[in-house]
């Protein structure tokens, strides 16, 4: 059982634009009136884990403010704050090298959501001895992975190193590491992981991988993805308890209204999110909207992001 997980929470989210620039670090967009790092939290103590160690760098703040005391469902977690540039994920790593010991760990991408069973890739990378194991997948998103199943070993990625085995498999950015790993990066060094996996291939180091293939995985990148995710998920629409929905008021679809929130009487709201503290007037119609924390939509809007 692995007990640890280091879950990258310093992303940008550029591609969401406004509404992580004004606001939040991606990890912490409300999904489903939920911090969307919270469900990489689940998953993974759904699988044992007992801590996590979380990287910040934009917004940091507002970690303190989604979790005030640095636990989750009774486990705690550990911030590490990079600071003045982000460190990228093998920078990341590590970064928090002091934190993890010398246990083996997951790695968990803090801006995806996913339900994958994991208990195989803990079994193939115990068997294999491999110091990283790479969750992968043969759909759902760029498929950049050349992968030999008979070996259980990735030979390429994004065809930087010129295999002729075609890329047939996604990168899910979840992936098992041993602390053997962390000799083969720089300290204070801004470096991404892909990097450090492709020295390893050409060295002749293994690199493992498992397929899986069962389970759900999204990654929310762009505000189609953000909002498609609530459209996957059962049990909307989403409207908190503190929320202040007026006589007439409509809420359908895979729609979401956040913590004291405010929706006025005769308002349309369509799939579309609304965040805590966001407003939207008596009369209004939102169609595949955004209303940020503290913003007003006014009038009949669609694909609008009111930040």
């Given at each position: ?96 090298e002091d934190l993890l010991g010398n246990q083996p760990f997951w790695v968990y991408n803090g801006d995806i959501l996913s339900t994958l069973p994991l208990a195989p890739v803990v079994e193939a990378h115990a068997n ?127 729609s979401a209204v956040g913590a004291n929130a405010s929706i006025g009487a005769g308002a349309r709201i369509h799939d579309s999110l609304v965040w805590d503290r966001g407003e939207v007037e008596a009369g209004a119609e ?22």
């Amino acid at each position: 059982m692995i007990s640890q997980a280091f879950v990258l929470g310093a992303g940008l989210g550029t591609r969401l634009k406004a509404l992580t620039l004004n606001y939040r670090p991606k990890p912490l967009i409300p999904v489903a009136n939920r911090p969307l790092i919270t469900y990489a939290f689940d998953h993974l103590r759904h699988e044992g884990v007992k801590r996590f160690v979380v990287n910040t760098h934009w917004r940091a703040e507002a970690y303190g403010e989604a979790f005030p005391q640095p636990v989750y469902e009774g486990l705690p977690i550990e911030f590490r704050h990079e600071w003045p540039e982000v460190l990228e994920t093998a920078g990341g790593i590590k970064n928090v090298e002091d934190l993890l010991g010398n246990q083996p760990f997951w790695v968990y991408n803090g801006d995806i959501l996913s339900t994958l069973p994991l208990a195989p890739v803990v079994e193939a990378h115990a068997n294999s001895g491999n110091e990283v194991t790479l969750v992968l997948r043969s759909k759902d998103g760029p498929l950049q992975v050349s992968f030999d199943p008979d070996i259980g070993h990735v030979v390429d990625i994004g065809r930087r190193l010129g295999s002729t085995s075609e890329p047939r498999y996604l990168f899910t950015g979840i992936y098992l590491v041993n602390p053997a790993f962390l000799a083969r990066i720089p300290p204070a060094t801004k470096l991404s992981v892909i990097q450090v996996f492709c020295d390893m291939i050409r060295s002749g180091a293994p690199l493992g991988g498992v397929v899986v293939d069962d389970g759900e995985w999204y990654d929310l990148g762009t505000r189609e993805q953000y909002l498609g995710v609530h459209e996957a998920l059962s049990g909307g629409p989403w409207i908190h308890p503190t929320a202040k929905i007026e006589a007439g008021a409509q809420i359908t679809g895979a729609s979401a209204v956040g913590a004291n929130a405010s929706i006025g009487a005769g308002a349309r709201i369509h799939d579309s999110l609304v965040w805590d503290r966001g407003e939207v007037e008596a009369g209004a119609e939102l169609l595949r909207c955004i209303v940020a924390s503290g913003q007003r939509a006014v009038g009949h809007l669609t694909d609008q992001d009111i930040a």
